[in-house]
């Protein structure tokens, strides 16, 4: 009944996704609102890991909170449009998901750390939404920046799949994949529900943890 209401939302092809443009839509250099650290280039030392798990309003307020983060920031990424606006983003016709950068030192926090936040706070099983949020770009996804953050993503996954199939969940869907070009969203869009703390934008975190 659901689908037939709301079809499946399907990726875009690259030769249907929207052009974009040559130049990127944040052209000031932008600092965190809560952090006060630079959003580009992220601090020195850091690393980065991009998560996507629904709307990033409150997706990155969950990682500006974690000790050993030193900056995050939203944008768009996994898709073909060049430089996209979030209203491109919202067709559905640039195929990127809304994503969070989190910049991160290592020696604090663990990269395997960022994805137990990751799964805890999201349902990964439901394909391309979150609750009501619908849309390829709400779909679960870790882009990765080199073989060891893919391994240890497939690796946090598998053990996640297991606590969810415990719980009556079905198989994950988590999108992971290299990490291509990372798009800043617009500047409102950054640290959102610190600038609107009454701000929309739910967890859809299932209770399902792994120890």
Known sequence: MFERLFPKPTLVDRDHALPGRDTPV???RLFHDVLGTPLEPVPAGSEVAYLALGCFWGAEKLYWQLDGVTSTAVGYQGGYTPNPT???????RTGH??????????????YADLLKVFFENHDPTQGMRQGNDI??????????????QAETARRVRDEYQEAFTRSGYGEITTEIAPAGPFYLAEA?????????PNGYCPIHATGVTCR
């Open 97 to 110: 998901a809304e994503v969070v950068r989190v910049a991160y030192d290592p020696q604090q926090i663990s």
């Open 86 to 92: 979030y209203e491109e983003t919202c067709t559905g």
């Open 188 to 196: 409102y869009h950054q640290q959102y529900l610190d600038k609107n």
């Open 26 to 28: 944040v052209t000031e």
């Open 135 to 148: 849309g390829t770009q709400y779909r679960s996804a870790i882009y990765t920046t080199d073989e060891h």
